[in-house]
């Protein structure tokens, strides 16, 4: 998928970000010379129609897309005619798959056998061997992220291209979703006249924008806190490892705060934003917040402290989750550089001092890095899927992705896939 040219003297990616929360549309300028991207335009406004990565108000999501677009496209004076959306949700799933090709062929040699170069259609058929796994009906493959080659008895290999051996196989992490959860999204979208280029699952975008290189190679974690759902992408020897949704975020904080201190939702954001801690022996006991009156009943207050305390023991479970996920990738080296943080989540106060404490490791706040005019604009933890979405097409090592089909809309994506599996059997 190449960054789409716009009839004019340089191309543009744009990035949908759709959260629960909020929805970002980012728009940035690819210098394919120099690999890098920069941002033209950025817009984001409240979320409607959407609940943890479902769908459940079309004609109010539609609306909300079209208004974040056409700021975008007023801020940028461009005509947004393409772009790569972010997914989540609980219906994600991931798993690692593997699949090996024999390489000595029979090349006209009668009885004999020639040794080659393993090329890129070599390549490319281990990894869609891979991913030939027997899916159910309703779910589709969202992304196959190569983790390593093995050519006969050597592993470890990162770029087998070149190399001669009997045997190349190919390890694979594979992101799948529920096929209605990506058409119902395809189709808000392609509703408004807009092109889906591909589809991109929140941490993998997040960590394209926060994560160095040497970051992923050592081993890191990284934990996207959004409003509803907290996604995690645990990265080491340079690629995904393991992927997940939790279905908890920083809106279970507000719920908390609004059922414990019988307040309205919006009421409980507002004093979340302003006073809550992540840690409760950071607040104070003195300090009294002044809760808004029931009814014009009586004045009420609550003790700073009394409000972390539902904030941290949240946050502790949510850590713990975290925590359960990285168990999953099962590496057995530890995570040299911790984890990262990202999504408007990650910006509660005191959230670093408590989740070193809770998961006992490195922890670090992520935010986007690797735009270009991206400071002081779009650089704030709540910004990095949307930003991670304009480098996708540059930097990503989706086997999906580099498919480059003639029909460049999702749906030809798709069946594209299915037919490769379909041809597999
Ligand atoms: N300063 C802050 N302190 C505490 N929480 C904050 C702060 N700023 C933002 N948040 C919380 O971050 C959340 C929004 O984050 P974000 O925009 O990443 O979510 P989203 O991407 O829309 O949600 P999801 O990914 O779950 O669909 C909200 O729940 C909001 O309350
Ligand atoms: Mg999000």
């Known amino acids: 998928m190449n960054p789409i040219v716009n009839g004019q003297d340089y191309r543009l990616v744009v990035g949908l970000d759709i959260g629960s929360a909020n929805i970002t549309c980012s728009v940035g300028q690819a210098n394919t010379s120099t690999n890098s991207i920069k941002l033209r335009a950025i817009s984001s406004i409240s979320s409607s129609g959407i609940k943890r990565g479902v769908i459940t108000n079309r004609n109010a999501l539609i609306d909300t897309l079209e208004n974040v677009i056409n700021d975008a496209e007023r801020m940028a004076n461009v005509k947004i005619t393409n772009t790569i959306l972010s997914i ?58 190569p983790q390593e080659y093995l050519v006969d008895t050597l592993d470890e290999i990162k770029d087998p291209l070149g190399m001669t051996g009997r045997r190349l196989e190919g390890r694979v992490h594979l992101v799948t979703a529920a096929t209605t959860a990506i058409t119902n999204l395809v189709s808000c979208v392609e509703e408004l006249g807009i092109t889906v280029d591909g589809l991109v699952f929140q941490p993998l975008a997040a960590a394209l924008a926060t994560l160095k290189n040497d970051e992923m190679e050592l081993g890191i974690t990284l934990v996207d806190i959004g409003s509803t759902t907290t996604s995690v992408a645990v990265y080491y020897a340079g690629t995904v490892q393991h992927s997940a949704t939790i279905p908890l975020g920083s809106s279970s904080i507000t719920n908390d705060i609004a059922v414990m201190l019988q307040l309205s939702v919006a009421d409980a954001e507002i004093i979340k ?34 409000v972390s305390s539902y904030v941290e023991a949240r946050m502790e479970e949510i850590f713990q989750m975290v925590i359960r996920e990285i168990s999953r990738a099962d590496i057995k080296d530890p995570l040299t550089y911790g984890i990262v943080v990202t999504g408007g989540g990650a910006e509660l106060r005191n959230i670093i001092s408590l989740a070193e404490n809770s998961m006992g490791v490195k922890v670090r706040k992520g935010k986007p890095i690797n735009i270009d005019g991206a400071q002081d604009i779009a650089d704030g933890p709540r910004h990095s899927t949307a930003m991670g979405l304009l480098l996708w097409p540059l930097f990503s090592t989706d086997h999906i992705q580099m498919e480059k089909p003639k029909n460049r809309s999702f749906k030809g994506l798709i069946e594209k896939i299915r037919h490769t599996i379909e041809e597999m059997f």
């Open 88 to 145: 989540t949700g609980e219906h994600i799933r991931s798993l690692n798959t593997q699949a090996a090709i024999p390489l000595n062929r029979i090349n006209g040699v009668k009885g004999g056998i020639s040794e080659r170069a393993i090329n890129d259609t070599d390549i490319f058929q281990v990894l869609d061997l891979a991913q030939a796994v027997s899916l159910p009906i309703d779910r589709d493959i969202l992304h196959t992220i």
């Open 273 to 306: 934003m302003k006073y809550a801690s992540a840690k409760s022996s950071m607040s104070s006991s003195e300090l009294e917040i002044e809760l808004p009156s029931k009814n014009g009943g009586l004045k009420r207050s609550v003790p700073e402290q009394e």
